[in-house]
């Protein structure tokens, strides 16, 4: 499978980006991981919005969900003027009834509600789950095809049951959004010793950072990161495919 980030940014973009998002593609198959600020246009860059097959949304936080109103737009126009169509699935948690219930629109887009213990076939994806510590209830989660994996922590500060979540993961994607002098400071993000850490005791044979701050320079994320985990790390780079 091909995983491409999108946008890189944890709260809000930068001009002409997005934030923290993913497509993952195998066999024809696309599906986007979380829908923030700025995803929409990012996407198009990749695939055309009609093709988009399914979303997975970690949380309701509105860097993860900005876009979804637009999307769910893009459908309705293109049902409008009458081009082929089908119901695009957002699959996220059912926790927060208001904001689950808004991922269905006009038969265009439907909710499916996820739980953290299930196991979900999404095109030729199965996908599984893992509860992050986070303001809100948020899920991380990995992907499965052919027997290699990409996981994703979603927004989380350090979580001992992620590590065992993302044990052996091919390609662990993760949050890193504090410098270390914030470790610990602020609650429901890791810093990128923290990422490192758990890219270690993980085993993750690729280790990729995002959901970065805007303000400081993200190289230092990274250098913390690498001080940590001696494989290869490297900050998302938007557009660029990473085969696993
Ligand atoms: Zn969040």
């Given at each position: ?20 998002s ?32 399914a ?27 009458g ?73 989380t ?14 390609l ?9 002098e ?32 805007l ?5 230092d ?12 790390a ?8 990473y085969?696993?």
């Amino acid at each position: 499978m091909n995983i491409i980030p999108l946008g890189i940014w944890g709260g809000y973009p930068k001009a002409n980006s997005a934030t923290s998002s993913f497509l993952i593609e195998h066999d024809g198959f696309h599906c986007l991981v979380d829908c923030g600020s700025g995803v929409l246009a990012s996407l198009q860059n990749y695939v055309p919005l009609e093709k988009l097959n399914a979303v997975v949304i970690s949380h309701y936080h509105a860097d993860h969900i900005a876009d979804i109103g637009s999307l769910q737009y893009s459908r309705l126009i293109n049902y409008y003027l009458g081009k082929p169509s089908t119901v695009l699935p957002i699959y996220a948690h059912d926790r927060d009834e208001e904001h689950f219930a808004q991922l269905s629109h006009k038969e265009q887009t439907i909710g499916v509600a996820i739980q953290e213990t299930d196991i979900v076939h999404i095109g030729p994806f199965e996908v599984s789950f893992c509860e992050t510590i986070h303001p809100v209830y948020c899920l991380a989660m990995k992907f499965k095809v052919d027997g290699r994996s990409v996981t994703l922590t979603a927004d989380t500060e350090w979580s001992d049951k992620l590590v065992k979540f993302a044990s052996g993961t091919d390609l662990l994607i993760s949050e890193a959004n504090l410098y270390e002098e914030h470790l610990g400071k602020a609650p429901g993000h890791m810093a990128g010793s923290e990422a490192g850490r758990l890219a270690k005791m993980t085993g993750a044979k690729r280790f990729v950072l995002t959901h970065l701050p805007l303000h400081g320079n993200p190289e230092d994320i990274l250098d913390a990161a690498k001080g940590v985990y001696e494989g290869h790390a490297e900050l998302a780079v938007v557009g660029k495919e990473y085969e696993v």
